[in-house]
């Protein structure tokens, strides 16, 4: 059973650092495009960064570009969301993703449905 497993989560203050792990059980992450998603309460749910599944290409959204960074370790079937100068808005259900179209050698997107394989999310609070 394929199946992805967030950790890393927990409250922080403002300014304050975190990094989320999406690990991978029962599969390896080579070969899918990984995308991690966030919603807060009482809002939609919303793409905040991925990675292809070559590692080549990465994308930020606007919200966090500059504060977060993204990367992926092969030996530890793993990938990180590196999270810095956080804010109360940040305050979300973080969710990693995956999926494996041909197109995520080379790019990857954060459009919610393409993506086949979900965690089940990691709690981050940034409050003082």
């Known amino acids: 059973q394929l199946q992805l497993v967030e950790s890393g989560g927990g409250l922080v203050q403002p300014g304050g650092s975190l990094r989320l792990s999406c690990a991978a059980s029962?599969?390896?992450?080579?070969?899918?495009?990984i995308g991690w998603f966030r919603q807060a309460p009482g809002k939609e749910r919303e793409g905040v960064s991925c990675i292809s599944s070559s590692g080549g290409s990465t994308k930020l959204s606007d919200s966090v570009k500059g504060r977060f960074t993204i990367s992926r370790d092969s030996a530890k079937n793993t990938v990180y969301l590196q999270m810095n100068s956080l804010k109360p808005e940040d305050t979300a259900v973080y969710y990693c993703?995956?999926?494996?179209?041909?197109?995520?050698?080379?790019?990857?997107?954060?459009?919610?449905?393409?993506?086949?394989?979900w965690g089940q999310g990691s709690q981050v609070i940034v409050s003082s």
């Open positions: 993703a995956a999926e494996a179209r041909d197109i995520t050698k080379v790019i990857c997107l954060m459009t919610e449905n393409d993506y086949d394989y």
């Open positions: 029962g599969f390896t992450l080579d070969g899918y495009a």
